[in-house]
């Protein structure tokens, strides 16, 4: 007897529709998987054989072959339990064939017969849509997950045996209530930082404009506090962002049970010491890494110089492209990943240069060590830059001055409708050659520019990220025109060096 | 072996400290006996001498510059690279910090060049910081100066001052060290060295001298002769880089605001006529007496109130800076950037601080010597000094 019905195999980000195909024939008794499965796909037989056994069910002591089309595609994870089980209760003839037709199923068998959540289940439910799937049937724990995708059939199993009634027709599985209306979380309230004025007033420019930030200053001042301020600053996130956002985590396997859709910006704050898949994804089987987990959201890298020169490369294409591309011997997969960066770093490395407190220790060359690792491809991308300070005593206990969020939030995103209207990107995104359409500025401004050019060892580079910068300030003030003040404000937040070479170099 | 092959044997032998050999030689001991198995041949050690223009100076030779001030542990040799150096009657050395602020190297480097341009040699210690700026202002005004290494003649260091020392040796100064060649730049090296410096000058000018400093060990040598050979420029109390500086005041050396102040000591304590007032104007530093912030009047209030929290030199975030000048942060902002495109401060990743201050206008009398009395504050160095163009490169990633 043959038993026919489909699942899904994940591929990066994107599921695809894949067969399963189970026959009870004659032959001495024996369990087959045939189509390219992973290591995972084949312990199937051990975990069926014990789920049926534990469950009530004979097993079929027959010659049992499994296939699972089309054969090239490589399949890997538990996820092919529960269509196969269904497909072998079918096969064994307690159910009618025609059951299954246009039957989609996702799962894992426990040893007791437990149907156990798995990772992407919301890729696998967008690409049994497409299919035009009658049903499908996942685990109880990601049915929340599942019944996100609008106009498509959705029931939650908890056990094997469950399966077994209802495909009996004895009884229903679980069915999805109606959305669950999750209020949106709390966002962390710029009201809360006191003082850091420039720095709060940075993290808005970098929310109006889509620039990346870094943010220097002695340990405890403040950085992370700050960063963790900038999702809540960005737009809310739009359905489809949103969809995509929970996509990524369903398919790193990061949405908990019952979770549903992901409604804030992610934040991401990997520690230094990440690998490079890690970071921008990558392993056998291709999984998203941070910065992928950070699209459409915050990635903060804290103690920036701390991270591997590779790893600072790798972030490269996704900084200038919003995605990145894993390459395997077998697939080539790409991730989304467009992130607002920040980055955070101390002056120096005993962490006090500059600090009131505390005396730096740090050796000449070791600054100039420190310097040269705090240069480089990745803050090319980075157009704002702040100190922070170590708070004193009265500004900590001092009344809270801050804006709200709210408030702040409202005039970034108007700033970013002007952006729109004006060039239909923000100007964080700019190429050099649109900055010269869309960045003019007035005359006095340009002189302001020029004399930063010749007094402060502006660069070229520096030249168009302050034209970038004085651009976001300007539609913040909602002006049209770029005047002397916005390019000024620009300035005070430009690049800076970690120390002043030229005279530490000679005089 | 002839007395001065073993000699130059002894001094080329790498391992024990100069310092330690030369009281042993003092009391007598035949130098021969202190030849150890790895001794070099001296006829190599003259070859590759002769071949960098390296001598060896020994008391007694023609040019010995410590004959009339012996250094403590006494010295017993020195390498030598350019005309021997003219010795403590005609030098000053200037010592500080590799660390010191700009405002004190600018100090540094003005003091440089006013003892140059009133006849004296300038002795330093060669680092970057305040020996590289006093060096540097001796060579601007065209005068001598004498670097004491702590390493090898041979060993490049500090690497980011290679050129300026090959600007030393091209205006006719000299290098000494008392290491044989290649000897590596150790840690215990420098405080011998130090002694050498005080040795070598009439007097110490300590610009900067945190504590616990090479500057401080510098000028306790000179001090061992007499309060009068320490001229020390004071700095506020709270100023880390002159904690050193305002320990020696207390301690007896003598306070000096300015290149005046410094000149008129020498001329009290050295026998060089040359020294005399009437030398060299009177080129007046930044800490020199009637420069407060009001007489800064072609700046806005604001920047007053900036350059007044900066005058110490110190490095300031610009949160203390806002707290310090009490000003709104906008305005600080703005002035920040106004004195900073006049080239009056730098801002760094690590905070702000004062180049230079803007010379006083006094109304009433005219500055004698404007080109003089202005600190070189946008001194372009010349190519050549800023180093090989590995040692100068900028990390300025703007």
Redesign the interface.
């Known amino acids: 007897m043959l038993a026919r019905l489909a699942t899904a195999a994940l591929v990066g980000l994107t599921a695809h529709p894949v067969g399963v195909e189970v026959d009870i024939g004659r032959g001495l008794p024996a369990v087959t998987v045939v189509g390219l499965g992973g290591t995972a796909v084949l312990e199937a037989r051990d975990r069926l054989r014990a789920a049926f056994g534990n469950t009530g069910y004979e097993w079929p002591d027959r010659r049992i072959t499994v296939s699972l089309p089309p054969a090239d595609l490589p399949k890997q994870g538990s996820g092919f339990d529960l269509p196969i089980a269904i497909g072998l209760l079918a096969a064994a003839g307690s159910v009618p064939p025609t059951a299954l037709d246009g039957l989609w199923a996702i799962g894992e068998l426990g040893l007791g017969g437990d149907v156990r959540s798995v990772k992407g289940v919301l890729p696998a439910a967008l690409a049994a849509r497409r299919s035009g799937a009658r049903l499908l049937v996942v685990p109880q724990a990601n049915l929340v997950e599942a019944a996100l995708v609008p106009d498509l059939r959705v029931a939650g199993a908890a056990t094997l045996g469950q399966v077994g009634d209802w495909l009996a027709g004895r009884a229903d599985l679980g069915r999805p209530g109606p959305p669950p209306d999750t209020p949106v979380p709390p966002v962390e309230d710029l009201a809360d930082i006191r003082?850091q004025?420039?720095a709060r007033r940075a993290l808005e420019i970098a929310a109006a404009g889509a620039h990346n930030l870094l943010l220097?200053?002695p340990p405890g001042a403040g950085k992370t506090m700050l960063a963790r301020r900038l999702p809540g600053l960005l737009p809310p996130l739009e359905q489809d962002e949103a969809l995509e956002v929970t996509q990524v985590f369903s398919a790193a396997g990061l949405l908990g049970p019952d979770a549903g859709l992901i409604r804030i910006r992610p934040f991401r704050a990997p520690h230094h010491a990440i690998s490079v898949p890690g970071l921008v994804g990558g392993g056998h089987v291709p999984r998203p890494g941070e910065v992928s987990l950070a699209n459409n959201g915050v990635l903060f890298l804290d103690e920036l110089p701390e991270f591997s020169r590779s790893a600072c490369e790798a972030l490269r294409q996704p900084l200038e492209e919003g995605e990145v591309t894993v390459s395997r011997a077998m697939t080539t997969v790409r991730f989304p990943a467009r992130f607002a960066l920040v980055a955070a770093a101390n002056?120096?490395p005993c962490g006090h240069?500059?600090?009131?407190r505390f005396?730096?220790r740090c050796r000449?060359y070791d600054l100039?060590r420190y310097?040269?690792r705090?240069?480089?491809p990745l803050?090319d991308r980075v157009d704002l830059?702040v100190?922070v300070?170590?708070?004193?005593a009265d500004e900590l206990t001092g009344a809270a001055d801050a804006e709200p969020t709210a408030l702040v939030r409202a005039r970034v995103l108007a700033a970013r409708a002007l952006q729109r209207t004006r060039q239909g990107a923000e100007n964080g995104r700019l190429a050099t050659a649109e900055v010269a359409v869309h960045c003019q500025v007035t005359a006095p401004a340009r002189r302001?520019l020029m004399?930063?050019v010749d007094?402060?060892?502006?660069?070229a580079?520096?030249f168009h990220r302050a034209l970038r910068v004085a651009r976001t300030v300007a539609d913040l003030a909602g002006s049209e025109r770029v005047e002397d003040?916005h390019v000024?404000?620009a300035?005070?937040l430009?690049?800076?060096?970690?120390?002043?070479?030229?005279?530490?170099?000679?005089? | 072996m002839g007395e001065r092959e073993v000699l130059l044997s002894l001094a080329a032998t790498p391992g024990p400290m100069p310092a330690a050999l030369a009281p042993r030689l003092g009391e007598g001991r035949d130098p021969a006996s202190l030849l150890r198995a790895h001794s070099p041949d001296p006829g190599s050690v003259a070859a590759r001498l002769g071949e960098l223009g390296v001598r060896l100076l020994a008391p007694g030779d023609e040019g010995w510059p410590l004959e009339a001030t012996p250094p403590d542990p006494p010295c017993a040799w020195l390498f030598v690279d350019g005309p021997a150096p003219p010795g403590a009657a005609a030098s000053v050395a200037v010592v500080g910090g590799?660390?010191a602020s700009?405002l004190r190297?600018?100090a540094?480097?003005s003091i440089g060049a006013g003892l140059a341009r009133a006849g004296w040699c300038v002795v330093s210690g060669g680092a970057?910081?305040v020996d590289?700026?006093a060096h540097?202002g001796a060579l601007d005004a065209g005068g001598r100066t004498v670097v004491v290494l702590g390493c090898g003649l041979d060993v490049p260091y500090p690497r980011?001052?290679t050129?300026?020392f090959a600007r030393v040796r091209a205006a006719g100064g000299t290098l000494v060290s008392e290491h044989p060649l290649a000897t590596r730049p150790r840690a215990a090296n420098f405080l011998p060295r130090n002694r050498l410096i005080a040795a070598l000058a009439a007097a110490v000018v300590v610009v900067e001298a945190a504590e616990d400093s090479g500057s401080l060990s510098t000028a306790r040598a000179a001090g061992s002769r007499g309060a009068g050979h320490v001229l020390v420029l004071p700095g506020a109390p709270w100023d880390?880089g002159a904690a050193g500086c305002n320990q020696l005041i207390r301690d007896g050396a003598t306070l000096v605001r300015n290149l005046t102040d410094i000149l008129e000591e020498l001329a009290a304590t050295a026998s060089l006529a040359a020294a005399g007032p009437d030398a060299g104007p009177g080129a007046g530093l930044t800490t020199g007496p009637g420069i407060g912030p009001r007489a800064w009047s072609g700046l806005d209030p604001p920047a007053r109130a900036v350059l007044t929290a900066l005058i110490d030199g110190q490095?300031?975030?610009?949160?203390?800076l806002a707290?310090a000048t009490d000003l709104p942060?906008p305005t600080l902002?703005?002035a920040?950037?106004d004195l900073?495109?006049?080239?009056l401060i730098?801002?760094?990743?690590?905070?702000i601080?004062a180049?230079t201050l803007p010379s006083p206008r006094v109304a009433t009398a005219p500055s004698p010597a404007p080109a003089v009395t202005s600190l070189p504050a946008r001194t372009v160095?010349d190519p050549e000094?800023?180093?090989p163009p590995g040692?100068?490169r900028?990390?300025?990633?703007?």
């Open positions: 003082g004025r420039q220097t200053g002056p120096c240069l500059g600090d009131s005396a730096c000449l100039h310097a040269s705090l240069s480089g803050l830059y100190q300070d170590r708070l004193t302001t004399a930063a007094r402060l060892g502006l660069s580079r520096g003040h000024r404000e300035l005070t430009r690049h800076l060096p970690i120390i002043g070479d030229r005279e530490a170099q000679l005089v | 590799r660390r700009p190297r600018a540094a480097r970057v910081g590289a700026a540097a980011a001052n050129g300026l880390p490095l300031l975030t610009p949160g203390r707290a942060s902002d703005a920040l950037l900073e495109l006049s080239g730098r801002r760094t990743a690590a905070g601080q180049i160095p000094a800023r180093g040692a100068g900028s990390r300025r990633g703007a």
